[in-house]
């Protein structure tokens, strides 16, 4: 397994645990912060969080500024930063533009990636950490919610799970399915993020049917959407936003992810849980989970393969253009892990370490 530095000067090992790789992270100061919109007024910190502080790991090659609340305070290269929660939650009710989401967003999450040789590989290490996430969040809270994503992809993630390699690592009678986002089609059509699902792996497990929640793609899609959300309340109840142990995402050329296309209204909910919207781009309508509720995710996980997807994925990593433009770049766990997960092919763009 290949681990990828971006760009030497700006970059430092991640040593948090489960995170392996590199990370970059654009030095943020006032004035990158006021031209996104930002103004930072002493706050008061709420008791009201938890007690555990998102870290902002900052990575410069020289001297950077952070300025929360009135104080600036000069940082040095991969010196972590704790955010008081009440900053990081303004970042999301109050960012003006999906520039400064998206700039907000980077500020607060830690992100990896790692780049493995080919797409057996890719979907092997997929099937690794899924079951590790799986037994961590079923030894700790006694299930796991999953979240699943559609596309091509993930099928030989899912293959592998279901093969004899990985099949009895994981208790299926623990884990809820859900999707990311679910295309306007019957259950067993084979445009279903759902069939490809369970044609490679949700009809060899043992998952009780209650337990794996379809979004229900031969609807009318804004009345699905509003069922799935109803049905996602019902298992996560009167949380702000669900907290999913685990969202698997695609990276579409065009930068989308899960269905969250390219400059759609869609992008800018920051209060539903599922949306659904007509794509002019590809003349078909789709429901989606919406960035809040995939940001406030445990763990999120890219899976990318194939060179077809190494441009637009290092204009994603590198913030080569703007959020509504790569949609991908609003997703960056609010108090989580992000994890990019590659194959060579499609991290082709990025400089390799030997
Ligand atoms: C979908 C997916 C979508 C997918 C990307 C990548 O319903 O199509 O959820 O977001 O992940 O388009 O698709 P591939 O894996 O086929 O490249």
């Not at 007690?51 to 902002?56: G, L, R, T």
Request: glycine residues 8%.
């Amino acid at each position: 397994m290949e681990i990828v530095n971006l760009d030497p000067s700006h970059a430092v090992p991640l040593d948090r645990p489960g995170c392996r790789g590199m990370t970059t992270r654009p030095v943020v100061n006032d004035s990158t912060l006021a031209a996104a919109g930002f103004l930072f007024e002493p706050h008061a910190t709420s008791d009201q969080y938890s007690a555990s502080f998102p870290q902002m790991l900052v990575v410069t090659s020289g001297r950077g500024w952070v300025s929360v609340g009135a104080e600036a305070e000069p940082v040095r290269a991969g010196q972590a930063v704790p955010l008081p929660p009440d900053v990081l939650h303004r970042f999301w009710t109050e960012a003006e533009s999906l520039e400064a989401l998206a700039l907000a967003w980077s500020f607060t999450q830690v992100r990896s990636l790692v780049v493995v040789r080919d797409g057996t590989e890719l979907a092997h290490r997929a099937a690794e950490w899924f079951v590790r996430h799986a037994r961590e969040a079923i030894q700790a809270r006694g299930r796991f919610l999953v979240a699943l994503s559609g596309g091509s992809t993930p099928r030989g993630l899912y293959e592998q799970l279901a093969s004899a390699e990985f099949r009895d690592r994981v208790d299926w009678r623990r884990i809820s399915f859900f999707w990311g986002d679910e295309r306007p089609a019957p259950p067993d059509d084979p445009q279903s993020n759902h069939k490809l699902a369970y044609d490679a792996l949700l009809s060899k497990i043992p998952t009780p049917p209650e337990q794996v929640y379809r979004m229900e793609g031969e609807r009318a899609p804004e009345e699905a959407a509003r069922r799935y959300e109803a049905k996602l309340r019902g298992v996560f109840g009167a949380e702000p936003f669900p907290r999913f142990d685990l969202v698997l995402l695609g990276l579409g050329e065009n930068g989308h992810t899960a269905s969250l296309f390219p400059r759609t209204q869609m992008l800018h909910e920051k209060d539903k849980w599922v949306a659904a919207e007509h794509i002019d781009e590809i003349g078909s309508w789709r429901i989606s989970l919406t960035t809040p509720a995939i940001n406030h995710a445990a763990h999120v996980m890219f899976l990318v393969g194939g060179a077809g997807k190494a441009q637009v994925f290092f204009e994603v990593w590198n913030g080569a253009r703007a959020p509504a433009d790569l949609p991908a770049r609003l997703i960056a766990p609010v108090q989580g892990d992000l994890m990019w997960l590659l194959d060579y092919a499609a991290a082709g763009e990025v400089p390799h370490v030997e």
